[in-house]
């Protein structure tokens, strides 16, 4: 691995890493992502250790999600962590403040090739209408909301920066009431927190935009939503439900999963 070429790609923007010196990724590093007072002077490091390329997290508060570019491995980096740098091309996703970054990481010859396995047949008895991503199924309404969410990510062209909407703004934006958005959001968080997925509890001390962040970069890294997808919020249907109608399709839903876990 050694002799490997590792390139950082940030807003267009094309960086070399050395394997003597490594690569600063942070408010005042190598990569000067942004001078947002959120973000740690040094956040991520790219660095050459024992044969390998790592990415380490070496800030106190940040986390970050990494991805390789089909969606099928994911990582959260917690502050003190690292892992290698195993795959050809790796997206990573971070949040500070309001607003949420991305970036790419390049490896010439990495020790892993990510390989596409054949997707399940989907059962006959799956709810019309609903998209499942892993175990977890979504109603249309449901992912709506996160393409809502995600929507200027979606749109843009090449990694950077963007914010995500708030919950009023993306409710607008699906012509729905704030109390049915987050409604929606709740629905949604919990049934990936129940499938695994970190960091989407709510509750004390838990901010809905961090809720909101984490479950952007969950749906980006995944592929959970894509370009495709953006198609279904430029002309939304509405469903004319009242909430008892939608608790009660959610709660079927729920059920469902259950006898097919």
Not at 39 to 61: A, D, K
């Amino acid at each position: 691995m050694i002799h490997s070429k590792v390139t950082v790609v940030f807003c267009g923007e094309e960086y070399s890493v050395s394997p003597d010196t490594g690569l600063t990724i942070g408010r005042t590093g190598d990569v000067e992502v942004d001078d947002n007072p959120y973000l740690h002077r040094t956040f991520l490091v790219v660095s050459f250790e024992n044969g390998f390329w790592w990415l380490s997290n070496t800030g106190s508060t940040l986390t970050a999600t990494v991805a390789d570019e089909q969606g099928l491995f994911q990582a959260w980096l917690n502050p003190g962590a690292k892992i290698p740098l195993a795959m050809k091309q790796l997206i990573v996703w971070f949040t500070a403040g309001p607003t949420t970054y991305d970036f790419e990481i390049h490896v010439a010859s990495p020790a892993f090739t990510s390989v596409t396995a054949d997707p399940p047949s989907e059962s006959d008895d799956d709810e019309v209408g609903a998209a499942t991503v892993g175990r977890v199924s979504f109603t249309p309404d449901q992912k709506l909301l996160v393409v809502a969410l995600c929507e200027p990510f979606l749109r843009r062209r090449e990694a950077g920066t963007s914010q995500i909407p708030s919950s009023a703004a993306a409710a607008d934006r699906l012509g729905w009431t704030l109390t049915r958005f987050n409604r929606k959001l709740d629905n949604v968080c919990q049934k990936l927190a129940d499938a695994g997925t970190r960091g989407l509890h709510g509750g004390v001390g838990k901010l809905a935009t961090n809720r909101k962040a984490r479950l952007v970069e969950h749906a980006l890294s995944t592929k959970l939503v894509t370009e495709d997808d953006l198609a279904l919020i430029d002309e939304p249907v509405s469903t004319d439900t009242t909430p008892d109608e939608e608790n009660r399709a959610d709660g079927r839903m729920a059920v469902a999963e259950q006898g097919n876990a």
